[in-house]
């Protein structure tokens, strides 16, 4: 469809204010709307233990964790719903909560699944990385109950680990570490 010369691309501002009338989630690719897939049990589970963990150790810091209902805007022309997203502000104010997309996260989760992994790694991870509040993104495989971590250095450069082994993940910008057995508990 994007490749119509009749097909104009949507902003961000458009797709935010569309009804769709449905339970199905959407996000804005290159100005195309694009069904999401749902996640398997797993996928919830991971999802859940993370944001679960970070609610408790960041409360009264500033800073809170958001699931996969909290969209991040990329550019005019991109929306996305991570699975879980950090964010940060200097206070927290009721009249904020209205608000349908965060601007400025500091670190985002993108727990993968078979088919959504080649997209969370490739195209999206260099849509987080153009984003200048991120610090860290992570990459975790309900699977193979291990993680992937790309953390901010400077202004262009990025570290970028995957682990091979079960590994606790360092969230420097927040003064914490999320266990490995956190993320991947199973009661």
Not at 14 to 38: A, P, Y
Request: some cysteine; proline content about 7%; overall charge negative.
């Amino acid at each position: 469809m994007r490749h119509e010369p009749a097909y104009q691309p949507i902003t961000v501002e458009t797709f935010l204010s569309l009804d769709f009338g449905t339970d199905k989630k959407f996000e804005l690719v290159d100005g195309v709307i694009q069904m999401m897939t749902g996640g398997t049990r797993a996928h919830a589970r991971v999802a859940i233990n993370i944001i679960s963990y970070l609610a408790q150790k960041l409360r009264g810091s500033g800073c809170r964790p958001y699931g996969s209902d909290a969209a991040i805007r990329i550019d005019d022309i991109n929306l996305r719903y991570p699975d879980v997203s950090v964010m940060c502000e200097e206070p927290p104010l009721p009249e904020t909560d209205t608000l349908k997309l965060f601007e400025r996260p500091k670190v985002i989760f993108e727990v993968l699944s078979p088919s959504t992994e080649a997209n969370d790694v490739g195209k999206k991870l260099d849509e987080y990385r153009r984003l200048d509040s991120i610090d860290t993104i992570v990459f975790v495989n309900p699977v193979s109950e291990l993680a992937r971590v790309v953390q901010r250095l400077g202004p262009t450069s990025w570290r970028d680990d995957l682990f091979a082994q079960p590994q606790d993940v360092a969230l420097p910008s927040l003064g914490i570490t999320l266990p490995h057995a956190e993320i991947f508990a199973r009661d």
